[in-house]
């Protein structure tokens, strides 16, 4: 079992860099909805690097283009299952303070997404690589804590606990 100091320390982690992905995202959103109109592109490294608004209404990448209700109905399970894991390894004191970063990153991101699903029916994106499909900046939360999630499952990080955590 944790003690109570620690367990603070990772709620504090949790809650504030969760909060500061769905802040972000939600101010980098209003800007550039502000800033440009939908297919609207502003270049910023020409053919490199532009900011291009762009109403998803797919998944990942603009796969499944408007199915709608199953689209809210998924990544609300699947937070719900993200938080059931992550409660249940805390409560067992088996887990690191880079898995709940990256948790936090990953629920962050979702959050600020579902909430524009939720609220309007699409996803803002706008970073536009040119070679990626256009992006946001909670995508790119969710990217980065999956891509940290993996490297402290991996065994080979070097800590001998590492393999604790299992796969969500």
């Not at 536009?128 to 804590?145: E, K, M, Q, Y």
Request: glycine residues 8%; hydrophobic residues 55%.
């Amino acid at each position: 079992m944790l003690n109570k100091q620690r367990s603070w320390v990772d709620i504090v982690i949790f809650l504030s860099t969760g909060s500061f992905v769905i802040l972000i995202d939600r101010m980098t959103k209003v800007f550039f909805s502000d800033l440009l109109a939908p297919r609207e592109s502003l270049p910023v490294i020409r053919n490199v690097f532009h900011f291009t608004l762009v109403h998803n209404t797919g998944i990942a990448f603009g796969m499944f283009r408007d199915n709608g209700f199953v689209y809210l109905v998924i990544p609300v399970i699947a937070l719900g299952l993200l938080v059931y894991n992550l409660y249940y390894y805390h409560k067992l004191g088996e887990l690191d303070r880079w898995y709940i970063a990256a948790v936090s990153l990953i629920l962050g991101g979702a959050i600020g997404n579902l909430t524009d699903r939720i609220l309007l029916g699409h996803v803002i994106d706008f970073i536009d690589l040119r070679v990626w499909p256009v992006f946001n900046f909670a995508d790119s939360a969710i990217t980065v804590g999956a891509l940290i999630v993996f490297w402290r499952c991996l065994p080979l990080t070097g800590k001998k606990n590492s393999r604790k955590v299992a796969w969500m």
